[in-house]
């Protein structure tokens, strides 16, 4: 059956503008260089070696913080030298950050990074950074950065705030457990369906009990569950037939949302709109289905893309109330289901 024939493939929707594209640096074992002595320059100094960074300070006049941490360094090695920085210190470094009060030596530092290759931040002028440092949530290994450009520091702070809050910091034991157990699934013998599977009731898992210390009992406990699936090696749930009101993305199940994060292939037809597949992941296949399209055809469709070990989502939006079931001779690929209408989204 052709791509053709079935219907369109539909590309989702460009992404819209970023002031800042988000990026995470490994600086383990790297080393960067910091001009300037003043209490910004020591917080700077204090998140380069959080991540592991060896940092040469290069400072006249240091704060008493920036001589803390050059004695007290929290993971990278931190070394404070009592001069001005010259342009031969920026060689080989990974990142260089300078404090400079006046545009001329702000410049002058950006020049000197640039003609070394080294990406740099000046505190406070945005017009010789090539980065920025935004409000962190540190839930290390899990690490989350906000940024306005600039905008509102102090709103980007409330921000964090509010994340911190809401985020547990047991997800730091379960992200680092999920490092540990990463090379033990995949060493597990369980198909790539049957690994995603993992990781799904992992997070689900995590999210639920982020207070809990991560063991044995929970890897086992999720090895096996992620083996149950059919005969064939077909995940039991690789296909869902799910009923959409379809302009309404406000009116969607938790469980549907559910589905349509963890799908590859999505099916739709025209009624269905953008707002509800902005849900899907963004590298789903999402493909429209042809008015002309009989259910048998449909079901064999859904059948031949999980075969392949894909997720599949069939968005019907016309009132369809009881899943059609699979024909016998495909029996051994899971069968649709309906997702009820239960479990609504409600907003706190």
Not at 38 to 60: H, N, R, Y
Not at 68 to 93: C, K, M, T, Y
Not at 106 to 128: L, R, Y
Request: charged letters at 25%; a neutral charge.
């Amino acid at each position: 059956m052709s791509l053709n024939r079935i219907g369109s493939r539909v590309m989702p929707e460009r992404l819209g503008t970023l002031a800042r594209l988000p990026l995470f640096f490994a600086l383990n074992g790297r080393r960067a260089v910091i001009a300037g002595g003043s209490p910004a320059a020591a917080w700077k100094v204090e998140l380069l070696s959080a991540a592991g960074a060896g940092v040469d300070v290069f400072a006249v006049d240091a704060c008493s913080d920036l001589v803390q941490f050059a004695a007290e360094f929290p993971s990278g090695n931190v070394i404070l030298h009592r001069r001005a920085w010259a342009a031969a210190d920026l060689a080989g470094a990974a990142l260089a950050v300078g404090d400079f009060p006046d545009d001329d030596q702000a410049a002058a530092f950006a020049a000197a990074a640039h003609a070394a290759g080294v990406p740099v931040n000046v505190i406070d002028k945005p017009a010789h950074c090539d980065f920025s440092f935004g409000a962190i949530v540190n839930r290390s290994p899990l690490v989350i950065g906000i940024s306005t450009d600039g905008a509102a520091p102090v709103f980007a702070r409330a921000i964090r705030g509010k994340l911190e809050a809401l985020l547990p910091k047991g997800f730091a034991r379960w992200t680092a457990a999920a490092a540990r157990w990463r090379a033990a699934v995949r060493a597990s013998g369980l198909s790539f369906a049957g690994r995603r599977r993992f990781w799904e009731l992992f997070a689900v898992h995590a999210v639920a009990h982020a207070d809990d210390e991560p063991g044995r009992d929970e890897f086992e406990s999720f090895i096996v569950k992620a083996k149950g699936g059919t005969a064939s090696g077909i995940d039991r749930d690789a296909v869902t037939v799910v009923d959409v009101d379809g302009d309404d993305a406000d009116s969607l199940t938790l469980r549907t949302v559910r589905a349509l994060h963890a799908a590859d292939v999505i099916l739709f037809d025209e009624q269905v709109s953008h707002p509800i597949l902005d849900f899907a992941r963004r590298e789903a296949r999402k493909i429209r289905i042809g008015k002309t399209m009989r259910d048998a055809e449909i079901e064999a469709l859904l059948i031949e893309f999980a075969k392949q070990d894909a997720r599949v989502v069939q968005l019907k939006s016309r009132d369809y109330r009881n899943a059609a079931q699979i024909p016998k001779q495909a029996s051994r690929c899971a069968a649709p289901h309906l997702v009820p209408d239960n479990d609504l989204i409600t907003a706190d």
